[in-house]
């Protein structure tokens, strides 16, 4: 939320909000269901974007007091549209910086961010500021990826170059794409308790059809090739060598290949 | 089981045992939970070595008819002392090579191994010996690690380096410790089907101190810290490098740190 958008980073442009939704989609279950806030309860997403998880959130927890923050107006706006066209919301949404919420001290019963560390240069300072608005006894839910966890067969030392591009470009971004083993460190630095990490396995091989098409191919891999221009540019790699990665990558979805990603989902109370 | 043991090879000595006890403990819900024959069954554990697997496997299904292979009868031995003295058993056991099956065609209803195919330079040939052995309709069960799974914080090239050692001798040896992500190709290459592959995390942080106990220093620390001597004399290694390695993965376990390591399950049915 607070890194300046790059033309690399994964969240914008039309394409990406497709991979969003179709993100969102397929792993919705895995990370989402067991979200679940009561009627009445205010809860602030903090970076919500486009939406994309912003649907499941309210889907989960009907009757809930929704305020969703962004740094970008338009991503907000889309996320309204989304909300509407899934027949949920209103909700309530704000332009603001996660470092420097427009909210009062224990404000909100929870916040629920994901896929929002990753992109942030001082996650710890974001927590913090977290933690001030909600209410003592109130919790923190955070989901995050980790691509160190990505794990395929057939094994490709072009298709870990093309993923290690993109970590690259997000860490000179000021992100973290290998942030969510470092989710139990950066709650209980921030002085949460109860801190409960709990990673979320996706496996795709030739039995789940709906995961080799909707998490290899249109959340991972299409990730990963997003960043082929400004990888290209910023001298990590070339042509050849980028493409060789992705077709790496796309043979892991062939009927004697597997894939294997981790989220980590965490929750915290504010004492 | 077909591989002539090393000095390296975990399963063998007295504290390696132990180890292979406490990781069948802590293990023993995610890995055998969901397995469970029917009484009068008949059962092959293919490969049971000390028995570490089978206590679980008796538990979960009281009143199968169990028969044990492998190719050391002191192995043997022990697993038949350790059924009797969890009041299980008592089930047949047999000295037997897995290529080379001492049974007629059909003759079990279900196999099972654990920890086995990474040990064979021929999973391939073994399976199709398995399936020989298991009638039409009947079912295979394997479980086994994958290295590659291996995601702690923080990063350490010194403990990336002593795994990779591990990884190393035990190629040398002719397995493979990181055959979790090939076993979907591997079962559907032998010609078995309804293949489900099914990963099992294990993660473990200062909200889970009996894992960080159970998992990071008393089975994966100590299956690479018995590799050391091997290391050494292979030439991988020097004992300052490898022992920076194991100080760096017993950094993992400290407060701010987490560690996440992938079981691969794997069912399917005889056509």
């Known amino acids: 939320m607070t890194a300046t958008p790059t033309p ?10 497709q991979r969003l939704q179709d993100q969102a989609t397929t792993l919705e279950a895995l990370l989402h269901a067991d979200t679940r806030y009561g009627p009445g309860e205010m809860v602030l997403e903090a970076g919500c974007g486009v939406g994309a998880q912003t649907v499941p959130l309210v889907r989960n ?38 470092l420097a919420l427009p909210f009062p001290a224990a404000r909100f019963d929870h916040a629920f961010l994901c896929f929002v560390l990753e992109h942030l240069p001082a996650p710890e300072a974001a927590l913090l500021e977290l933690r001030r608005v909600i209410r003592p ?12 966890s990505t794990l395929f067969h057939p094994e490709c030392p072009a298709a870990r170059h093309a993923i290690a591009c993109q970590v690259e470009l997000q860490r000179r971004a000021g992100g973290d794409a290998q942030i969510g083993r470092r989710l139990s460190a950066l709650l209980r630095g921030a002085g949460l ?51 060789a990665g992705i077709e790496g990558l796309r043979r892991t979805a062939e009927a004697d290949g597997s894939f294997t990603y981790l989220f980590f989902k965490a929750t915290a109370r504010n004492p």
């Not at 690399?8 to 909000?17: A, D, R």
């Not at 907000?76 to 027949?87: P, V, Y």
């Open 8 to 17: 690399y980073v994964h969240g914008y442009g039309g394409t990406e909000q």
């Open 61 to 98: 927890s009907p009757g809930i007091r929704l305020t969703c923050v962004d740094l970008h107006a338009e991503s907000l706006a889309s996320a309204e549209a989304r909300l509407a066209e899934a027949g949920l919301g209103p909700v309530t949404t704000q332009v603001a910086d996660i």
């Open 137 to 148: 006894g109130g919790s923190l839910t955070v989901i995050e990826g980790d691509h160190g």
């Open 193 to 243: 308790e109860e801190v409960r990490v709990s990673p979320r396995v996706v496996y795709a091989d030739a039995g789940r059809p709906a995961l080799v098409e909707g998490f290899i191919h249109r959340t991972f891999i299409a990730m990963v090739a997003a960043v082929r221009e400004s990888a290209i540019a910023a001298g990590l790699t070339d042509a050849g060598r980028f493409d």
